[in-house]
């Protein structure tokens, strides 16, 4: 079983940056390791995601060109880089990794069967 332990939330004004790690408890299995976030009341919703060999990243439109995904293998660490928040981003952000070796089901939350505890990202106004 592999454990996936996110960090780096925390309380930030807008137009702020925050950095959220993800760390893998043993050389990735996975092929995809990715984000979602899920705001009060809301449906937990895709955010990026990118292969372990970093060949392949994919964004939701509301984050790209502001949020980076990236990957160190020798530290089994995936990062969200977000840049230039907004209010609108405050969720609890879950770290999620899948075996799924292809492209069309990769932003699907249901494609993910390994999924982290979650760290909350609030952004003030």
């Known amino acids: 079983q592999v454990q996936l332990v996110e960090s780096g939330g925390g309380l930030v004004q807008a137009g702020g940056s925050l950095r959220l790690s993800c760390a893998a408890s043993?050389?990735?299995?996975?092929?995809?390791v990715g984000w979602f976030r899920q705001a009060p009341g809301k449906e937990r919703e895709f955010v990026a995601t990118?292969?372990?060999?970093?060949?392949?990243?994919y964004y939701t439109d509301s984050v790209k060109g502001r949020f980076t995904i990236s990957v160190d293998n020798a530290k089994r660490t995936v990062y969200l880089q977000m840049n230039s928040l907004k209010p609108e981003d405050t969720a609890v952000y879950y770290c999620?990794?899948?075996?799924?070796?292809?492209?069309?089901?990769?932003?699907?939350?249901?494609?993910?069967?390994?999924w982290g505890q979650g760290t909350q990202v609030t952004v003030s106004s």
């Open positions: 999620a990794a899948t075996d799924y070796t292809g492209s069309i089901h990769a932003k699907e939350k249901r494609t993910y069967g390994y």
């Open positions: 990118i292969t372990w060999s970093g060949g392949s990243t």
């Open positions: 043993r050389r990735p299995f996975s092929t995809y």
